[in-house]
């Protein structure tokens, strides 16, 4: 019996030591609106217990790294940087850094003139060989091409579309959908999405048949997120405070389904929806409100629209961008004009998140990944 009793306590043992050391804390990187020398990268830990966040490093990444995305594969953090300018040249900026787990620090090892300038957004393509950036001042959308080592290497593709005012185009966000079937580009000045093929071979971007999908006028598309089979689209509008869901059909077709109002926290005047994301297991979908700032929050029908769920506090001021954590557990605001990082519980029963139980200070975060 004792040596069964000691055997028993040495597996216990052996568990416990196996099991503290996985699932560490999840990392995560900030970018915003950075002028000078201003460093405008950081790199965060969140605990995933209590939601407590505290700084690990800080890095330059050009001026305005607004937006950013990540490859794992490289561990390269590839920033959109937001101006007109960029190294002595018209056009915005592409700031390529390096991810070194040992310490946790970004290095800036590249940078890219990209043309037209004013980049809003930019993510990967489905093969993870190219790089997708929304120019919202100049009207246009580019693809920058990767070498082996995934450093940016040339532009393939430059599309540009209405430049004349009062008519101008606004692309805001340029992705494609969890299969990689096509490529969407939200047209907030012309209210309409356009739907393109890639092709990976040349680098460019391949106008789909009805590839032209316009929405109600006055809506201002922004964001959009899919469900995980890519049936679905959430879409949400900055000039219209709606939530709009379409049906997919895998063809580049979008089938409008419903639209439903993003307000009823407060009674603000003017309000600029910012982002749209969907939680974890896809029984919530996620907005935020800049204006009476606040996190909307709606249940998601067996058919995939939407039924209001309720409002929360974005805990700041000007909810630009949000994300949700791996574990699904907790929601993280970066609101741009209070210069802050909201930490929110999400309530499993409810999906509603609660808090805040975390505030970072943060100046005019813009861009919050979970890596």
């Known amino acids: 019996m004792k040596r069964t009793g000691l055997l028993m306590l040495s597996f216990l043992a052996m ?10 804390n999840p990392k995560f990187f900030a970018g915003g609106y950075a002028k000078g020398e201003e460093k405008g990268m950081f790199v965060y830990e969140m605990d995933k217990k209590n939601g407590s966040v505290r ?4 890095a330059d990444a050009g001026p305005n790294p607004s937006y950013f995305c ?8 590839y920033a959109a940087n937001e101006v007109g300018m960029f190294l002595g040249q018209r056009g915005g900026g592409l700031t390529t850094l390096r991810y070194n787990d040992q310490d946790a620090t970004l290095e800036k090892i590249s940078e890219m003139v990209v043309p037209f300038g004013g980049p809003c957004y930019i993510s990967m393509s489905p093969d993870r ?42 692309p805001h966000m340029v992705m494609s959908d969890p299969l990689g079937d096509h490529i969407f580009v939200t047209d907030l000045g012309q209210d309409r999405f356009v739907v393109y093929e890639f092709d990976a ?3 460019r971007l391949i106008l789909a048949e009805d590839g032209m999908v316009n929405v109600e006028k006055g809506s201002g598309p922004r964001h959009f997120a899919f469900s995980a089979d890519a049936s679905r689209m959430y ?5 219209g405070s709606t939530m709009m869901t379409f049906k997919n059909d895998h063809k580049g077709n979008l089938s409008h389904m419903q639209t439903v109002s993003t307000r009823g926290f407060n009674s603000a005047e003017k309000n600029y929806p910012g982002d749209v994301h969907a939680g974890k297991n896809g029984e919530y979908i996620y907005g935020s ?42 929601l993280l605001v970066g609101n741009q004009r209070s210069d802050n990082i909201a930490v929110f519980k999400i309530n499993k029963r409810t999906g509603m998140p609660e808090g805040p139980v975390e505030n970072v200070v943060m100046q005019a975060p813009a861009c919050l990944k979970f890596f």
């Open 201 to 203: 071979g040349t680098g």
């Open 55 to 58: 700084l690990l490093s800080q």
């Open 129 to 170: 060989g190219y790089l997708f950036m929304a120019n919202y001042g100049s009207g246009s959308v580019a693809v920058v091409r990767l070498n082996g080592e995934g450093i940016p290497e040339t532009v393939t593709d430059t599309v540009r579309y209405m430049v004349e005012r009062p008519a101008r185009s606004n």
């Open 15 to 24: 568990i416990g030591f196996t099991t503290s050391g996985c699932g560490e």
């Open 70 to 77: 990540y490859s794992p594969e490289n561990k390269l953090v």
């Open 289 to 330: 409100n800049r204006g009476e700032n606040s996190i909307v929050i709606y249940k998601v029908a067996g058919d995939g629209t939407l039924d209001l769920a309720g409002h929360t506090t974005c805990g700041g001021d000007w909810p630009r961008n949000f994300v949700i954590d791996p574990s699904g557990e907790f």
């Open 235 to 239: 879409l949400i509008n900055e000039l």
